[in-house]
Structure formats: structure tokens, C-alpha cells
């Protein structure tokens, strides 16, 4: 992209429309809206992180997720000590389509895809990660605490598995989690624990856990460590979804 295409992005055109249950979700898709919409072209540099906390209200830690989830579409990019700017609009390509993973065995057979894909991506993470991303990751592990009475929220759940992606360096990791979408969780698909007749409390604490031995091999830089941990959260992933298809199939 020329420097003569970098303009100015009009603040009218990032103005939030409505509240979103999930704010960096409603960030992302005003600012999606509007790329797509023409409303905001490639070369627009987005504003700062403060006037867009302004516009919609939101923390910057939610305006970070936001910026993370629209340069994991492709429609932004940061250049470090500039700016974020709108991107050009790429062809369209084959993807995974979150829409054919209907079934239990369809769920199970992209978490045999992700045992493989993102146990690497760990171990790339944990050599390539930068201190700002493993912040994130800290912060987003935080949100993921199970609380007495609620749900571990899905959302933030994918949101740390695509920081990790992230972290790698190469955008294909990226790409294909990001297709998948909250696909990658099965708790979003299925009450496994419910199923198995699992203490909901303890299934969530032991995820959180997991999740917790990925983080800290990460943040120390131990590679090997970090492909473990995440093998080991995936394959507990699989085998309790193999337990969830057994109890349907047995009733």
C-alpha cells in the first residue's frame, strides 16, 4: 500500500450503533460494518486507542481484543509506532466453514485437526512471542476464571487460543481458528460435563487448569513444555467429548 493512500479515518464511521453482551465483539463489527460498507477504505488509519475506548465505551484492553480479532480477518494491519490501517480486500479463498461442523463426530474430527496444528503453535508461541501478546494472553486467562455460579466465558476462551496463534508469527494459524470461531470450544456446541454427568464446577477448574500450565511455558519461553501443555488441554478436550458421544449413543 502507498503512503498516499494512508488517510484519515472519519470518526462518523466508527460510531458505535449499539451495545454488544460481548464489547470487543461489538467493536469488531462496527468497524467490520464499515469496511465493508466502503464507509472506511484501505490506507484509513484507525484512531487512537483512547478515541475509539471514547466512541464505544470500552476499556482498552477490550479495544485491543477488538484490533486483535480485525487484523485475524485480515482487515487491518499495525504498524508498530504508526498506526492500524484498513487493508486492501483480499480474494476470496477456500476456508473451513464453521457452518458444516453440525455433529458430535464433526466437533471431534477438528480437534484432531487442532492436536496437530496447535501443539506446534504452541511451541512456535513460546519462542516467538512478544511481551505485549503474552500480556494478553495473562489478562485473557484472567477473564477465563471460572466464578462461583457462572459459565466459563466461550468467548475469552478463543480469544487466548488465538493469541497463541498470533504469537507464532505466521497468519495461517491464525486463519484457520479464526474460521472455525467459537467451533473450537466444544462447550459451545455441547454440555460434555452435563452429559457425563460431571461436576460442572470441577470440569471448569480443571479446563482453567489446562489452560494455566499453556499460559506459564509460554510466558517462561519453554517450548517444549508449552506443545506438552497443550497437548495434553486438546487430548483431555477429545477424550471428554468421546465420553459426552458415548452417553448419547447410550441413551
Known sequence: MSQTAVHAMPAAAIVPKKKHRNLAQGVVEA?????????LKAGDKLPTESVIMELHGVSRTVVREAISHLQAAGLVQTR????TFVLE????????????IRTLGDVLAVLE?????????AWLAATRRTEQQVAEMGAALQRMAPQPGQ??????????????????????????????????????????????????????????REHEDIYHAILRKDAEAARAAMRTHL?????????????????
Open 113 to 121: 485437526l487442532r492436536i496437530s496444528l496447535e501443539t506446534e503453535a
Open 80 to 83: 508498530h509506532g504508526i498506526g
Open 151 to 208: 459459565s466459563s466465558p466461550v468467548e475469552s476462551d478463543v480469544y487466548f487460543h488465538l493469541l497463541i496463534a498470533q504469537s507464532t508469527g505466521n497468519r495461517y494459524f491464525v486463519d484457520i481458528l479464526s474460521d472455525l470461531g467459537n467451533t473450537i470450544i466444544p462447550r459451545a456446541r455441547i454440555n460434555s460435563a452435563q452429559l457425563v454427568h460431571e461436576d460442572p464446577a470441577a470440569y471448569l477448574q480443571r479446563v482453567h
Open 89 to 100: 480486500p483480499q480474494p476470496a479463498k477456500m476456508r473451513i466453514s464453521a457452518d458444516t
Open 235 to 251: 487430548s483431555n478436550s477429545r477424550e471428554r467429548l468421546r465420553r459426552a458421544q458415548d452417553a448419547i449413543t447410550a441413551n
Open 31 to 39: 468497524f467490520t460494518e464499515s469496511i465493508q460498507s466502503g464507509q
